[in-house]
């Protein structure tokens, strides 16, 4: 049959076909009015988006440069950090910290579990000047409490910094980035914002600025200091990746018309659509008997056990050949272990219901086991016709 | 949730990237060199794709624009033509050779019927000039059978014509165009090619370039004669449509690695392919009690009758709200009797898939009864299952 290429992978993710043509159209040059005007909307729009007052700078990498830069900006040699991991994302916080010589404090749980509140305030003291944390661990599906651990680390008052991986937790989950008073979120482009990697976000406190005026790390391709300054002026400090920003706008403007016109709204909108097609994936997975590997799962992705004795990368191989689906294989340690297909961004109730047609074809060819067809996909509906009766009830109350 | 557009008519029906792209893309003047080397490629890869060896033309147009080529090229006013008509597409040709002044013969049958062969032999006579049909009437889901047509047209040798409108039927049913003796098919862009509305084509035989020497119905953007001539030149005889040009010298492409590297091969995959959708659909649609409009039904479109009581103007509403999916109500004195889900060209599996979930949620919603999720599905699922397994043998054998 014919197959069209289906990314079911937690970044890149299916492109807004708004954002591919302006990306494709735009030519303007990054010293130019024309490109000021689109870059003064983007940022300001990405404050909504992501539901902050404090700036929002935009820069040409991928999330991982941002996630440098706030470990370069926020800390100096032997800063003692907390990194909080859980999974193969949570790891690069630790080898970030370390290739900038902080002291660094790991409080890890086993892949797939996330973090008991106790156990974060316990490993919590004013020595700590910054905490390092995802909000959704990628590698495992697993969801952490940000909004408990940000309360914990407010507690200390504004000697430690709070920083936020939110590079899948962006746009597919409930981030309140003021006012549980997150210093720095970090946020990419191939995610919720349906566009091509290449471009990487951050929306940094004030308690963050102040900390970046005694910090001696060395930086200067991500010096966020010098892009604020930059970016007051309209423009960027280094050469900007014209053709992505323009994307960017497109993007925001689908998720506004989402909201009917309120950014905010179509934000909310976009992650209550990541949540009804992570139920729907969940609901289909253990219909069919599988296990979810993640205990508190995330609506970026969900994670789901191989079956016993089977080798995931089988799974993921026969998506490919058979549909031409890609979804992610296990990482790290978990790699042949479990595969994960993502609900970030650009998905509809077709994409989610398809990819659990096909998950059962899979699963029938990989295991030789008779499969009851049809199985992941009722349990899915089962949720989607509840989400919509709520829904309807919600409108008629 | 989140929806994405999506077309389910029988044309226009949804958009190969890479013929997106390409047409985005192009800007040749149409009397350049460039455009000449585009232009008689896709001339000579629209043979492979037809599969004929008869001459080729594309025109700036819809696929009624050379449906009036083939009749006012092919006919001189009080010619003796015979229409086979079964559908609003059969009603056209008899509107078009009334309005070119032909005496016209009519064979009809009932919406969603196909024509006996006896039939058509009894009503075929030497004084008939052309003999029009459709080779998969679009407004009711019927599949006639142009073999058996042409064998009876052919018998009576080389004084009557067989003009087949295989606008839908083009990559979507076997012809053997050559070998049963087609004189015209016609075509259009808009179908299983994967592109949008805006060119039409067709190929013409020998025979029907020797009629219209003595031709007299008046004619001129659609002169046929005159496009052959600066065809061979390799350029159009009117300004052609050069980025449409550009999207079919994609699709060609794209169909061609379906055959790794086999045009015709492509095409056959391209009908293999809408033939397993088209039995999904239906074994979907049975499994939900649903019934079926055409006796003999085309793999290019499954016509759905609504149930018993239900307006399917209510089920065509309830797709487009639900999700955003456009499928086709009834035409002319179909309206509200029946749906029309196509799958022409570009569709796959997750879309057939999807778009059976989708009936089944909107059923529930028009009828108010209480559906089986996954009914439809695990019918379609199943005889996915049953092709894949047969493929399976096939390659082993």
Chains 1, 2 share one sequence.
């Not at 990405?46 to 820069?59: H, P, Q, S």
């Not at 100096?76 to 370390?98: C, H, I, N, Q, Y």
């Not at 079956?307 to 089988?314: E, L, N, T, V």
Request: net charge neutral; aromatic share 8%.
């Amino acid at each position: 049959m014919l197959h069209k290429n289906r990314l079911f992978t937690p970044g890149p993710t299916p492109l807004l076909p708004a954002a591919q043509t302006a990306m494709a159209s735009f030519t303007a040059h990054h010293r130019t009015a024309d490109f000021r005007a689109l870059f003064q909307r983007v940022l300001a729009d990405m404050k909504e988006f992501i539901g902050t007052k404090n700036d929002v700078l935009v820069l040409a990498c991928s999330g991982t440069g941002v996630m440098e830069a706030s470990v370069s900006n926020l800390t100096s040699p032997g800063d003692k950090v907390l990194v909080l991991t859980a999974g193969k994302f949570g790891e690069r916080w630790t080898g970030l910290a370390k290739a900038f010589g902080c002291h660094v404090e790991v409080l890890e749980v086993p892949y797939g579990q996330t973090f008991s509140l106790d156990d974060v305030r316990a490993r919590l003291n004013h020595q700590v000047r910054a905490v390092f944390v995802q909000a959704t661990e990628s590698s495992t599906g697993a969801r952490h409490d940000i909004e408990g651990i940000a309360k914990i680390v407010r507690a200390h008052g504004d000697e430690t910094l709070l920083v936020v991986d939110a590079i899948t937790g962006l746009g597919t989950t409930h981030l309140d980035v003021d006012g549980w008073g997150v210093d720095v979120i970090i946020g990419g482009s191939q995610k919720a914002l349906m566009m091509p990697p290449g471009l990487a976000y951050c929306a940094v406190s004030e308690r963050a600025w102040k900390r970046m005026d005694q910090t001696l790390s060395p930086r200067y391709y991500f010096d966020l200091r010098k892009e604020r300054k930059s970016a007051a002026k309209g423009e960027t400090a280094y050469t900007p990746a014209t053709s992505l920003f323009a994307a960017l706008g497109a993007a925001l403007e689908f998720v506004r018309g989402m909201g009917n016109g309120d950014l905010a709204k179509g934000r909310e909108e976009l992650v209550n659509n990541a949540e009804i097609c992570a139920e729907m994936t969940r609901a289909g997975a253990k219909a069919l008997g599988l296990k979810l590997y993640a205990a508190s799962p995330a609506a970026a992705l969900t994670a789901i056990c191989a079956p016993d004795g089977i080798d995931s990368s089988k799974i993921v191989k026969e998506f490919r050949e058979g549909f031409d689906a890609v979804v992610a294989n296990g990482q790290g340690e978990m790699k042949g272990k479990l595969f994960r297909i993502a609900h970030i961004g650009y998905y509809d109730y077709l994409d989610t219901i398809g990819i659990l047609g096909a998950l059962e074809h899979v699963l029938a060819k990989v295991t030789g086991k008779s499969i009851e067809y049809g199985a992941a996909v009722r349990a899915a509906q089962e949720v989607y016709a509840r989400t919509q009766s709520s829904k309807q009830q919600l409108v008629g109350a």
